[in-house]
């Protein structure tokens, strides 16, 4: 660190000692009806983390929240050897993220936004990435309504924030020569997750001191046996090598305590536990899946991995290994971090057990990244689920929309190079009813035109599959995209002749740019990546190409690309929409 660096945050904690913006209490406010979950109450609460394994502390960056140093982790592309029995001339995805060094840096803090905001100072501290020309913090679209930059330092490459607003998801970017200027991303990112106090959770933690809790000690180890007998698992600051844990029975709540690094994957998806209904997985703790292969496979407890009929490494949805994997009906998940993805990294599944009429469930500030490889989907969302201040930063579909009422609100979104964001396909079906609204689109890393990109997406496969079905009543409203995007809308029905879609509206849709065909060539050979490049793929595109099924009343409303309003001139080519209708369907600018 540099003298001017040290001088200029010692000058900084020392304005915030004397300076007092904000009113920083050890009390909770008297006024709030709520209980406190957490045996601290304060303003703002870090997080110390012991014995991480080595790597998972990130020296890049560093931030203080209100004088307090906040202890920051990382997550980098995992080696091709945690690959296992790959199909000779295929790869896990993750190989460009390999050549070019990329890494994700996080650091958490918990505060209690009715007591006033927070500032908050951030360094970048490797000397060898160059200059920093900026610094930019996403989403734009928030800038003065979940935080303020209130001073940047290039020389000294530090930016000082006052964060308005809890549960905010930022990313503070750095533009120096670790900085792809053609892709708008940072190849180290920085993100800060200032959640809400803990206390202002829907769901406190389990009481220790009762005698159906198990308190989990990091220097213990984990005891299955007592895990057995209880009905609270109380996971402990501190690094629990877990492993593949099959939640017993017994058990309705399983909390992670901030500073909690668990690696292995929570498993209630079970005979001993389908059926049940209640169940709670939340604190501000973190769940790695470092220690599984890619598309390691349940039936072994994550020792092999799910391979076809000829041997090779093949996706398995029921059976691969997923950090969070839930079965239960009105479940609940809040406040944790998922890093280091196996397969996929989030599924819930009460339909298999329950009537989709009534499923019901809400997942909240839940943090997912290190989603570096095929496969490592985010979100499988189930029937009438709540979702709600979340990030993703996935690399494959981020959210899989396939069952009916979904709601996801007030989420920030970093698409890698693979994937769907909001994912309606890969086979024929019919959904009613979904609100996505308030998504910050931060980046999106599509190198390419595959058919699975794009913010409202339904894949298609060459094939025979003649399921019919209707995907109708869905809302796209206020989402903002940054960066090059290549592809927004991608809704067709050419290999699955019986999908039909109805009634869909976009609107308040911000795409920040469209890159030209050669743009994404350049791209592609500059930083390599997985996308597939032809003159003839599509950019945006509705077509209606059966007979047998119907695409109407898709509304666009207020939607911009590069700041230019969508119409009905203007479609085909500003905004590089493909449009193919038959008689008496409609798709409509407003």
Known sequence: MSIQTLLSKLLFVALLLTGCKTNITTNADSSNTQQPSALQVEHVVTYAYQDLPDGVHSSKFSIDVEGQSVVLLQTTPPPAEMAINIKPGSQDGAKSYRQTQRSFSWGQFSFDPTKGPVNVQ?????????????????????????????????????????????????????????????????LDALLIFADQAEYMDYSAPPAKEASDTYVVKANEGFDPQKAEQATAVYFEAGTHNLGLWWVPTKVKHVYLAGGAYVIGSINSDHAGKNGQTGYTLSGRGVISGEKFAWRADTRTQGQTVCVDKNGYSTGCPSDGVKPVDIDQNDFLVEGITLVNIPFYAFSVRPESSFPRSEVKGTVRNVKLMGMWRYNNDGFDLPANIKLSDCFVAAMDDAFKVYHNNSSVKDCVVWQMDNGGIFQFGWYPKSVD??????????????????KNRGLANLTERPSTDTRSGTIKNIHFKNIYMEGPVSRVFYLRNEFYPNQSYANWTFENIHVESIPSYQELVNIKQKFGGNGQLSPDLLFNA?????????????????????????????????????????????VTFE
């Open 122 to 186: 951030v360094s970048k501290l490797d000397e060898n990435s160059g200059d920093v020309r900026d610094i930019i913090i996403r989403p734009k679209q928030l800038s003065g309504i979940a935080y303020k930059v209130v001073n940047k330092d290039l020389a000294n490459r530090t930016v000082q924030l006052q964060i308005l607003q809890s549960n905010r998801k930022l990313s503070v970017e750095f533009v120096d020569d670790r900085y792809a200027v053609e892709k708008d991303l940072p």
């Open 433 to 450: 009813t979904a609100l996505i609204e308030n998504i910050h689109v931060i980046h999106t890393e599509w190198t390419g035109l595959n």
């Open 542 to 586: 509705v077509e209606s190409l059966s007979n047998t099924a119907s695409i109407k009343d898709i509304i666009f409303k207020n939607v911009y690309i590069a700041g230019e309003k969508m119409t009905q001139a203007n479609a085909t080519t500003t905004g590089r929409f493909t449009l193919t209708l038959q008689e008496g369907e409609t």
